[in-house]
């Protein structure tokens, strides 16, 4: 299986703030990752797929970038219902695995 | 948007089963690819399997193969799961999730969440 490694585990930050999650693979994925956004108790909400593509409807601060094996997801301008926790996918390759996720947290 | 629901909490003794419903608001099995993903409690996701419904044919990640199977029904719109020899680890929110990003296996919409307890 691919492994997926994100960094920081948690980060906290203020709102305004830019804040940038790593997610590194295993291998080599091409561009076949995708960013989802988790609130306690909810489902998660995909924001970006094939690294880059915002998904219609979600904010433009969200932003993706990367191919190969290091990818990043950057909040430009923390806002208040941007903390939560979020998670890398890849799907290059199955089984489909996530990263551990990164908690976005009020400093 | 297609809206995923799902049947409600379950509790289970280890070594039973549980089969956990999911039902789309319109046509969905015969266009996209649906797939399960559970999550233990305070932990991260984790990707079962899928049934593409249009050939009805069902994968799975190997650490679930043998004790997952992953059913449709496309006269109701309606995706099943069952898991067997439930374990206590087996406690987890399990998520059905549709495929939709292109060519790709990622997730565009989610059902609600099933929460299954095993506890003796």
């Known amino acids: 299986d691919i492994q997926m490694t994100q960094s920081p585990s948690t980060l906290s930050a203020s709102v305004g703030d830019k804040v940038t999650i790593t997610c590194r693979a295993s291998?080599?994925?091409?561009?076949?990752l995708a960013w989802y956004q988790q609130k306690a108790g909810k489902a998660p909400k995909l924001l970006i797929q094939?690294?880059?593509t915002l998904k219609s409807g979600v904010p433009s601060r969200f932003s993706g970038n990367g191919s190969g094996t290091d990818f990043t997801l950057t909040i430009s301008g923390l806002q208040p219902d941007d903390f939560a926790t979020y998670y890398c996918?890849?799907?290059?390759?199955?089984?489909?695995?996530f990263g551990q996720g990164t908690k976005v947290e009020i400093k | 948007q297609v809206q995923l629901e799902q049947s409600g909490a379950e509790v289970r003794r280890p070594g039973s089963s549980v089969k956990v419903s999911c039902k789309a608001s319109e046509d969905t099995f015969s266009t996209y690819a649906i797939s399960w993903v559970r999550q233990a409690p305070g932990q991260g996701l984790e990707w079962m399997g899928r049934?593409?419904?249009?050939?009805?044919?069902?994968s799975y990640a190997p650490r679930f193969q043998g004790g997952v199977t992953i059913t449709a029904d496309k006269a109701t719109d309606t995706v099943y799961m069952e898991l067997r020899n439930l374990k206590s680890e087996d406690t987890a929110v399990y998520y059905c999730a549709r495929e939709n990003c292109g060519g790709g296996s990622c997730f565009d919409d989610w059902g609600q969440g099933t929460l299954v307890t095993v506890s003796s």
């Open positions: 049934i593409i419904g249009l050939l009805d044919v069902a």
């Open positions: 094939d690294a880059s």
């Open positions: 996918q890849q799907y290059n390759t199955s089984p489909e695995t």
């Open positions: 291998q080599r994925i091409s561009s076949w």
